[in-house]
């Protein structure tokens, strides 16, 4: 039973959703579910070494179409995966929209310095590797319940100012995840307001290795 739970949970979140069925609102007991393994799962506690815990990252919940519709314009409407009913947004704690360290940073200088944190490169490391965990709990809890997914790294830089505008805060996006069902009438790669339909990449082999 869990291996089949296993594979219909790939089959659902493993490719990139590109239309959504945008006729219900997104049930609100699934979207703290989902919600409350993204930021719960793994704990802080598995992440630290001593009791002052780290967050690396803060999380935008959005449901409000006119703030997807607004991204959605700035990635030049190539990217339907902002439309989908639920939005996770996961934004820098200790960084700007325009990349500068914010004051949290400053605050938390001392902590981060006390755990080797001393340079951009290993905060942007640790952040990345906090925001992409984080990123496939929710992508798993999505799929568990029934949902497509299509995740979104590719914004550009200079809409920081934009997408501060849009969000409502001075920080910097890491990543994006769209959530919701599929529009059936329509193939996965194939945008839900338009004909227009997305290609397919071939992924490169993974070489496992053995030891």
Known sequence: MLDQEIKKIVKLTAHTQRNWDVSVPFPRPHSEKIVDFVVNHPSKESWNDNENGINYFDLLVVTDNSIKRAIYELTKKTNPQVLAPLLLIWVSKYYTANNNFSDQYTEDKELLESKDIVDTNALDYITGIHVGLS??????????????TGFLKCFKRHYAND???ILGVDQRVELMLGIGEANETKKPTEHHESSIEYGTLIKEPIKIINL
């Open 163 to 165: 997408m501060k505008h």
């Open 135 to 148: 990123g496939a709990y929710g992508n798993m809890m999505a799929g568990s319940l029934g949902y497509r």
